[in-house]
């Protein structure tokens, strides 16, 4: 009897050691779809170099010189800080927490549903940063097909621009699944958590090509 009651506990345990640490097929499945994005962005980076071997120096550095490094710097500024948000919003779902517990100037206590809408609204204030400095640079002439330069600024960043609506996208799922939900729990924390991957990938993206394209001109 003793023998029985121990080889159940054992089995038990395994059974329980092993649920533990089996890996989240959506936050693998996630990471691997963000490695083939990574390659997507490599190709990208591969082209803008090659354009640059071939265009003569000067011509590149004219085009390279209508940017606008301050506004830009301010725009990234932004979207690098709704990482940090992001991040905080995954922290209150991981404790199960949906919704702030006190005052609304009382950050501390926010819970995912306060920081992910902070984090949307940052990256929606990127998007249009990005979409006046596009208007300002057509009237400065630099359009998609006044120049290789042209092309290669437009293609690279207005990829990233749309990963970045996806991301958007993406957030108002994740409120709006948290907002339907009748009991905060494992999947929506699961789903804040894929979110914020995504996120953080497409921030670490923008700021390769900031440095590459606003720094390295």
Not at 8 to 21: E, L
Not at 33 to 59: C, D, I, K
Not at 104 to 125: D, H, K, P, Q
Not at 156 to 183: D, M, N, Q
Request: aromatic content about 16%.
């Amino acid at each position: 009897m003793a023998h029985v009651s121990t080889a159940t506990a054992a089995a038990t345990h395994t059974h329980q050691h092993v649920s533990v640490n089996r890996p989240n097929p959506v936050q693998v499945g996630t990471i691997v779809w963000l490695a083939s994005e990574l390659m997507f962005f490599a190709a990208l980076f591969a082209m803008y170099f090659t354009v640059r071997q071939t265009m003569p120096v000067e011509e590149w550095a004219a085009q390279a010189g209508k940017l606008d490094l301050g506004f830009s710097t301010i725009n990234t500024t932004v979207l690098v800080l709704s990482s940090f948000t992001c991040q905080a919003g995954v922290f209150a779902a991981e404790r199960f927490q949906p919704n702030r517990t006190g005052s609304i100037f009382a950050f501390w206590r926010w819970g995912m549903n306060e920081w992910m809408t902070l984090t949307y609204l940052m990256g929606a204030f990127f998007i249009g940063g990005q979409i006046f400095e596009y208007t300002e640079l057509v009237h400065q002439g630099l359009s998609i097909s006044s120049s290789p330069y042209g092309s290669v600024f437009y293609i690279t960043t207005g990829f990233h621009g749309l990963h970045v609506l996806g991301g958007l996208i993406a957030f108002l799922f994740l409120l709006g699944r948290s907002f339907a939900a009748k009991k905060f729990g494992h999947h929506e924390a699961t789903t804040g958590i894929v979110v914020s991957y995504y996120w953080h990938f497409v921030d670490v993206v923008w700021i390769a090509l900031f440095a590459v394209i606003y720094l390295l001109r």
